[in-house]
């Protein structure tokens, strides 16, 4: 099983499953509310602020719970997953949670998170 993150807009064969506290209207994939910001995290529009509130959710979520959530998702391990939000992430300045997942997932828990 591999494992992705990207954005919404971006088309792909595979699963996509949604990490976005709201998921686009018509997004007919399953959603992990635990990987998604709350809206306290969600209304921080300083980096340096949202950063730290939501790396302190996925580190409080867990390895064990993060790796149970995955393989509900993958068909128990057998299918690629895209973890998606809403980020597009075209300007240096944008920033969204789903890297800051796959960054912290792949360095503290040895995962093999890519961006799609």
């Known amino acids: 099983m591999n494992l992705y993150v990207s954005y919404y807009a971006k088309r792909t064969p595979l699963k996509q499953v949604s990490i976005s506290l ?56 057998s299918e690629d997953i895209v973890l998606c939000c809403y980020e597009g992430l075209q300007k240096p300045e944008q920033f969204c949670h789903r890297t800051m997942l796959m960054e912290y997932s792949n360095f503290h828990w040895g995962t093999r998170i890519t961006e799609l």
């Not at 529009?45 to 996925?58: G, M, T």
């Not at 993060?66 to 509900?72: G, S």
């Open 22 to 77: 709201y998921p686009p209207r018509g997004f007919k994939g399953p959603q992990i509310l635990e990987l998604a910001p709350t809206r306290d995290i969600l209304a921080c529009k300083d980096v340096n602020v949202y950063k730290p509130l939501y790396l302190a959710r996925i580190e409080m979520l867990g390895y064990d719970n993060f790796r149970e959530l995955i393989r509900q998702h993958s068909n128990n391990f």
